[in-house]
Each structure stands twice: as C-alpha cells, then as structure tokens.
C-alpha cells in the first residue's frame, strides 16, 4: 500500500528465510497491508547461510541474519531493534539416533547447518574443538538418522520436528546459555544498510516494526500466511514454532536481549572465534 502519487517510490530488498516464523514477521508487508509511503519493498527468500553471505557482500538493503555473522558486517549495517529471533531457554539443538552424554558428544562429528549461524557459535562456544560438518539446515536430521554423523545440530522448526525421526535430543543450547549467563539466546536478527541514510532507516525500520506488531494482533491470518512456509508442519507444531520466536521480545530487544547480543559476541571474540571485537550497533 503506498500513497502519494507524486512522491518518488524507493525500493528497498528485503531479504528473510523462507522459515514460518519469518513469514509471520512479513506478513503486512507481503501482503501489502500497512502504508508504505514512499517505500516499496521486494521481498527475496533464501536459507539463513545464503543471506549471511549475501549480507558480507553488503548486496541487500534489509536482510535478516545470524546475530553470529552481524559481527562481521558491522561496517556496512545497522541491526534494527527488532526483528530478532531469541532463544528463551531454548534454541538450536543436538540430537543423535541415541541418547549421548556431554563426553560423547564432545568427541562426536556433527553436522552443522553453516559456519556463519549462531548455533555454529553457540556449539564452538561449548566446546571449542568439536569436529563439524556444514550440511544444509534441511538435510541434517536425515544425515543422523542414516548414520552419516554422529549427531547434527538442528535450527529452525527442526527444533520441534525431530522427535518424528526418532531422533533424540542431547543438548539445547538455549538452556545451556541460560544456565551460563541468565540471559535469552540471541539467534537471529535484523540488519539494516548504513548507507540508506538517516531518514529512509527512519522510515523503513517503522515500517518493520509495524508489519511485526500487525501480525501479533492478527495472529490467525498471519499464521495462516506463515503456513505457506511451513513446510508441511503440523499446523499445531507451526503455531507453537511462531510463537518461540515471534513475541514481545521480538518488537524490541530490550536491554536483556543487547546485553545478550553483546557477550555473545563477545564470548566469541574471547574464545577466539571471531576475530575482532565487533561494533554492535542499534539503528535508533
């Protein structure tokens, strides 16, 4: 929905995984529900590796990514206050054909759905020699179950689905950061252009906002836009899927939230794992 006919309409990518929960965040604007104005947005859709990639690039305006990779683009983007995926004492998780202990798991080879997500982090944070695998996120459970590893590491409705591959869960990193810091899992987030310029961040990081809030408001319908994303999920698992990493916490980070983006990153740079203390930085 846009206005004013004589007003130059700027287009901006706005680049998310095809995953429900991120469907549900874009609804009003995919669907052309809330007042753009000057704005037009073109939605692209690609695995959350692939845009982690893309955002090193700097090739998209918007785009979501791993917290994990925004330490390596702090140069070029902004994270937007919201929009963030956070693990309340829950997250990506380790399962294998058989229950392991922490001492198998260590010394287990485990798949991996990129070097670049946060889970990889989390993994390497708790055990900084763990011999991985990078497989693509949709593929690993099936890589467990024919034996090809020894566990995977599972993001996204993954998360809620393996049990229905016999598999078992060993570890969740969600409650695993919640037991060492007290704070919520920073996952995934929102990125935004620096070089937009004050005004159109302004303005389409409104907008965002907007399409989160209209979403959480009129959850039935945007739920039954997210099922189209769903992957053939029960509609009961995609609904409980949505509601772990669309909330409140979603709308704005909150002062938890920064904080947990900031030692995460920063147990990181500690650990070695990332190279640089990085910039993190809320467009306001």
Same mark, same amino acid.
């Given at each position: 929905?846009?206005?004013?006919?004589?007003?130059?309409?700027?287009?901006?990518?706005?680049?998310?995984?095809?995953?429900?929960?991120?469907?549900?965040?874009?609804?009003?604007?995919?669907?052309?529900?809330?007042?753009?104005?000057?704005?037009?947005?073109?939605?692209?859709?690609?695995?959350?590796?692939?845009?982690?990639?893309?955002?090193?690039?700097?090739?998209?305006?918007?785009?979501?990514?791993?917290?994990?990779?925004?330490?390596?683009?702090?140069?070029?983007?902004?994270?937007?206050?919201?929009?963030?995926?956070?693990?309340?004492?829950?997250?990506?998780?380790?399962?294998?054909?058989?229950?392991?202990?922490?001492?198998?798991?260590?010394?287990?080879?485990?798949?991996?759905?990129?070097?670049?997500?946060?889970?990889?982090?989390?993994?390497?944070?708790?055990?900084?020699?763990?011999?991985?695998?990078?497989?693509?996120?949709? =593929?690993?459970?099936? @890589?467990?179950? %024919?034996?090809? /590893?020894? $566990? !995977? +590491? &599972?993001? #996204? *409705?993954?998360?809620?689905?393996?049990?229905?591959?016999?598999?078992?869960?060993?570890?969740?990193?969600?409650?695993?950061?919640?037991?060492?810091?007290?704070?919520?899992?920073?996952?995934?987030?929102?990125?935004?252009?620096?070089?937009?310029?004050?005004?159109?961040?302004?303005?389409?990081?409104?907008?965002?906002?907007?399409?989160?809030?209209?979403?959480?408001?009129?959850?039935?319908?945007?739920?039954?836009?997210?099922?189209?994303?769903?992957?053939?999920?029960?509609?009961?698992?995609?609904?409980?899927?949505?509601?772990?990493?669309?909330?409140?916490?979603?709308?704005?980070?909150?002062?938890?939230?920064? =904080?947990?983006?900031? @030692?995460?990153? %920063?147990?990181? /740079?500690? $650990? !070695? +794992? &990332?190279? #640089? *203390?990085?910039?993190?930085?809320?467009?306001?």
């Amino acid at each position: 929905m846009t206005t004013g006919e004589d007003t130059a309409v700027r287009t901006l990518h706005v680049a998310h995984s095809p995953d429900s929960d991120d469907a549900f965040m874009f609804y009003a604007l995919a669907r052309d529900l809330i007042d753009t104005g000057g704005l037009r947005f073109v939605h692209e859709l690609q695995d959350i590796q692939s845009l982690n990639e893309r955002a090193m690039r700097g090739e998209l305006e918007i785009s979501a990514v791993s917290i994990h990779a925004y330490a390596y683009i702090t140069d070029r983007y902004l994270l937007l206050p919201h929009g963030a995926s956070m693990g309340e004492r829950y997250g990506p998780r380790l399962v294998a054909r058989e229950p392991m202990s922490d001492a198998e798991l260590r010394g287990a080879r485990i798949a991996v759905p990129g070097l670049l997500t946060s889970a990889y982090l989390a993994l390497k944070l708790w055990e900084p020699s763990a011999d991985t695998v990078v497989a693509p996120f949709d =593929e690993i459970e099936a @890589l467990v179950s %024919r034996g090809d /590893v020894d $566990a !995977g +590491l &599972i993001i #996204h *409705e993954g998360q809620l689905t393996y049990k229905e591959e016999g598999l078992h869960l060993c570890l969740d990193f969600g409650e695993w950061w919640h037991d060492e810091t007290g704070l919520p899992l920073p996952l995934g987030g929102n990125v935004i252009r620096r070089d937009l310029g004050g005004e159109v961040i302004a303005q389409a990081s409104r907008l965002l906002r907007e399409s989160i809030r209209y979403s959480l408001d009129n959850r039935e319908a945007a739920l039954a836009y997210a099922m189209e994303f769903a992957r053939g999920m029960d509609p009961r698992l995609a609904d409980e899927f949505v509601g772990m990493y669309v909330n409140e916490r979603t709308l704005d980070y909150g002062p938890e939230g920064r =904080e947990a983006v900031r @030692l995460f990153l %920063r147990r990181g /740079v500690e $650990a !070695g +794992l &990332i190279p #640089h *203390e990085p910039r993190v930085e809320f467009a306001e």
